[in-house]
C-alpha cells in the first residue's frame, strides 16, 4: 500500500517512505529527515 500512495507524489525520492511507516526505535537516533516544501 505504500509504493501505491508514493506514486501519487509528484516527485518521489527512491527511497521515500511515509513517515507513519518508518517505526522510532533507538538506532534511529540522531537520523537526519528530509521533508518536502509541499509537505511543511
Known amino acids: ?4 500512495i508514493l506514486e501519487c507524489v509528484p516527485s ?7 513517515s ?6 533507538p538506532g534511529l537516533d540522531g ?4 521533508v518536502p516544501p509541499a509537505q511543511r
Open 1 to 4: 500500500m505504500e509504493r501505491e
Open 31 to 34: 537520523i537526519s529527515v528530509t
Open 12 to 18: 518521489p525520492h527512491p527511497h521515500a517512505r511515509l
Open 20 to 25: 507513519c511507516q518508518i517505526v522510532l526505535e
